[in-house]
């Protein structure tokens, strides 16, 4: 019960933070997480559950996930830092469910992170990757 507060805090705080650091950037992260065998088909259904509720936002570019044995990534990409933050409220009731049945690992940024946003992130048990390097086409028109 302790690591879930301290998880839905931790949550509730970096949709603050990143409401404060709002910038024309984009967002985007993979979260690893371990999931226990038998914690595997109540994960995926939850998994698509998340989905379905944030496939509506259109500051949503890429959510989704990926099972090899019992790691699971998950990949997020926001139009900006405000994108993010709806979707973390649009995910906010089903946190309690994914603390309960996932391990987070690491979080692999693949954007720049707030010192705030980072320790975040640590405060549920996720180690922190940095950027590197990156490239992009613009999309056609």
């Known amino acids: 019960m302790k690591r879930l507060v301290r998880c839905t805090a ?3 705080a970096a949709n603050l933070l ?3 650091h709002a910038q024309a950037e984009e967002v985007a992260f993979i979260a690893i997480l371990n999931v226990p065998a038998e914690n ?3 994960f995926d259904a939850l998994a698509r559950d998340m989905v379905e509720a944030s496939a509506t936002d259109d ?3 890429v959510y989704e996930f990926a099972r090899v044995g019992e790691t ?3 990949y ?3 139009v900006d830092a405000a994108a993010h933050a709806r979707h973390e409220a649009l995910i906010e009731p089903f946190i309690p469910q994914l603390v309960e049945l996932a391990q987070f690992e690491k979080i692999v940024t693949l954007s ?3 010192d705030d946003h980072r320790e975040l992130f640590q405060s549920i048990g996720a180690e922190i990757g940095q950027p590197i390097a990156d490239a992009a086409q613009e999309p056609s028109k």
Do not use: K, P, S
């Open 10 to 12: 931790a949550l509730i």
């Open 18 to 20: 990143m409401v404060d």
């Open 40 to 42: 595997a088909q109540a």
């Open 59 to 61: 500051g949503l570019l």
């Open 72 to 74: 699971v990534y998950g």
């Open 76 to 78: 997020e990409r926001y």
């Open 112 to 114: 720049q992170l707030t």
